[in-house]
């Protein structure tokens, strides 16, 4: 895994703001965040033995965006620390009404991310995000012969990013702000559609299609982390694309019933009883 680190702090209240306004009585949290972490995490629940290459600043904040991954045994031996940084973090607001949310990054340490010598043993997939510089994203392709980009959050970039990949998973606002250009490439299309499950696609055209669960949102933040995880598990493990979307989509719907990016994770023997509860 390659990516960014955060600690998130969570402002839970019954509605989110308007444009100007104050929303007052929220409830506060903090959980370790990030995409690259949450991304981590979430496989390492689902079975995968992960490493993270990532970097934090020489504060308090790196210690606790970095625990759950250590309790979870994710491999932080490849983390770098930036002395002269604040480790990322994350303001996130979340309606409690809808699991909605809103979120803005201050991304500090994860700007200075650098290239790492190539890791031994060779990796069987690699995923990254765009909350890491543009420079390393490119050479991750080196890293593994399977690489995922989850193009977030939505940012201009050289067309070959878009080509590079095997994977490339965006949700609806980022498909409409790469547009046509999602699929020139020969990898594989993942589109997230929210509470209507995704869509997978190669160069344009339609390759299998998900509803999505029907489950009780209280946070949906890192839903699309926990979505991407799965997918790439799943596709991995040799699971066909219809059965590796089934098995992301309800990743990413059970990651909605738990408060937290990280904690609302879930493990592989819980999705896998969700899964064989909604039958076929």
């Known amino acids: 895994m390659l990516g960014s680190i955060t600690q998130d702090i969570v402002a839970a209240a019954e509605q989110l703001p308007r444009p100007g306004e104050t929303i007052t009585g929220a409830s506060l949290a903090?959980?370790?965040g990030g995409k690259g972490a949450n991304q981590a995490f979430a496989a390492q629940r689902l079975g995968a033995q992960v490493a993270l290459l990532a970097c934090v600043g020489e504060d308090a904040a790196a210690d606790h965006a970095q625990s759950l991954l250590r309790a979870e045994g994710v491999d932080l031996s490849q983390m770098q620390i930036a002395a002269a940084e604040h480790t990322g973090v994350a303001l996130i607001c979340v309606s409690t009404q809808s699991g909605e949310n809103q979120i803005s990054v201050a991304p500090g340490a994860n700007r200075l991310l650098q290239l790492s010598p190539l890791p031994t043993p060779r990796f069987d997939g690699v995923m990254c995000q765009l909350e890491a510089p543009l420079d390393v994203l490119r050479a991750a392709r080196s890293y593994a012969?399977?690489?995922?980009?989850?193009?977030?959050?939505?940012?201009?970039?050289?067309?070959d990013l878009l080509h590079i990949p095997d994977l490339l998973i965006v949700n609806e606002t980022e498909a409409a702000?790469?547009?046509?250009?999602?699929?020139t490439g020969p990898g594989l299309v993942a589109l997230t559609l929210g509470a209507d499950g995704a869509v997978l696609l190669r160069e344009g055209a339609e390759i299998a299609r998900q509803p999505g669960f029907a489950v009780e949102?209280?946070?949906s933040t890192g839903a699309g982390d926990c979505f991407?995880?799965?997918?790439?598990?799943?596709?991995?493990?040799?699971?066909?694309p219809a059965a590796a979307l089934r098995y992301a989509c309800a990743a990413g719907a059970l990651a909605c019933t738990t408060p937290g990016a990280q904690p609302s994770a879930p493990t592989q023997a819980t999705l896998s009883r969700f899964l064989e509860a909604q039958g076929r």
């Open 228 to 240: 991407s995880a799965g997918l790439v598990v799943a596709l991995l493990r040799g699971l066909s």
């Open 217 to 219: 949102v209280l946070d």
């Open 177 to 183: 702000f790469y547009g046509a250009a999602l699929h």
């Open 30 to 32: 903090r959980y370790p």
């Open 145 to 159: 012969p399977f690489l995922c980009l989850n193009a977030a959050p939505a940012r201009d970039l050289p067309g």
